[in-house]
């Protein structure tokens, strides 16, 4: 089964970028999608952008025009380029896999998971 490593949070000004990544091994071979999910602090998951090995992508509304997926097949990463950051974008941050064809938005389509990395915006 895939194994997902994710990182690249930290503390930025809000303002800032930051290029967050996930490292897939194992049987990435039955991947159809990727995705950024994220908890703020007392708050429920939520989906943040997700991308399709067919390119496909979607966005929450929060991140659009600001954030970037994307994925490089040959490393099996994919990555999130986040800039404009605000502090409302302060949240634990998780890469999911998931099996199901499309561009699943539930996070009970997404049998893998990340450790997660925390992302920091000071205002």
């Known amino acids: 089964q895939p194994q997902l490593v994710d990182s690249g949070g930290g503390l930025v000004q809000a303002g800032g970028s930051l290029r967050l990544s996930c490292a897939a091994s194992g049987d990435t071979f039955c991947i159809s999608a990727m995705g950024w999910y994220r908890q703020p602090p007392g708050k429920e998951r939520e989906l943040v952008a997700v991308?399709?090995?067919?390119?496909?992508?979607y966005y929450t509304d929060s991140v659009k025009g600001r954030f970037t997926i994307s994925g490089d097949n040959a490393k099996n990463t994919v990555y999130l380029q986040m800039n404009s950051l605000k502090p409302e974008d302060t949240a634990l941050y998780y890469c999911?896999?998931?099996?199901?064809?499309?561009?699943?938005?539930?996070?009970?389509?997404?049998?893998?998971w990340g450790q997660g990395t925390q992302v920091t915006v000071s205002s």
């Open positions: 999911a896999a998931t099996l199901w064809v499309g561009v699943p938005r539930g996070a009970s389509a997404y049998a893998y």
């Open positions: 991308i399709t090995t067919g390119g496909s992508t």
